[in-house]
């Protein structure tokens, strides 16, 4: 083979090979079907979220996830598939999950969520938890709850003995 081509296809590999250690999750879905206006509906959503959908060869993605240690991903890399990069865990899944739910030619493969391989339906459970400024707020109320208490229990008290 043409020392050039074997050249731009490893970079094309050492590229993939960043995207995925630069990202917390990596989502595989079968595009088929998706018109072009569908598609770029679909990374202006990623783009909102800092993250990125790409469209590589199989064959170099397999190479990639090999070199990486995903040897499970293999597995569901057949026929068209985009490769979605976001450094954010959930907001990526939640972006793709909400966008295969309007456009059913959409489908959710499977992917690497924070370096383990995960199914297409792990991903949608991924997709289906709130966000990190909710999760923060779930925590926030947690720990302010015993003291909204004791304030409640005080001011009971104090409204009785008036």
């Known amino acids: 083979m ?4 074997l050249q731009a296809k490893k970079e094309v590999v050492s590229e993939v090979v960043e995207n995925v250690k630069n990202s917390n999750a990596v989502v595989v879905v079968e595009y088929r079907g998706l018109s072009v206006a569908e ?3 679909m990374r202006r959503a990623l783009r ?3 993250g990125s959908i790409r469209v590589y060869k199989n064959s170099l993605v397999e190479r990639a996830v090999e070199e ?3 040897t499970d991903l293999k597995e569901i890399l057949e026929g068209p598939n985009a490769v979605v990069f976001t450094k954010d865990t959930i907001a990526g899944p939640k972006v793709i999950a909400k966008f295969a739910k309007k456009h059913e030619h959409l489908v959710i493969k499977g992917g690497i969520i924070e ?8 991903v949608k459970v991924i997709a ?3 966000g990190r400024e909710g999760l923060i707020s779930m925590f926030l109320s947690c720990l302010q709850a015993p003291v909204r208490g004791f304030a409640c229990a005080v001011k009971a008290i104090a409204d009785k003995q008036n």
């Not at 043409?2 to 081509?5: H, L, M, T, V, Y």
């Not at 370096?115 to 792990?122: M, R, T, Y």
């Open 39 to 41: 598609m770029t509906e």
């Open 48 to 50: 909102a979220v800092d």
């Open 128 to 130: 289906s938890l709130p």
């Open 68 to 70: 990486l240690g995903h």
């Open 115 to 122: 370096g383990k391989v995960a199914n297409a339906d792990e």
């Open 2 to 5: 043409n020392q050039e081509i």
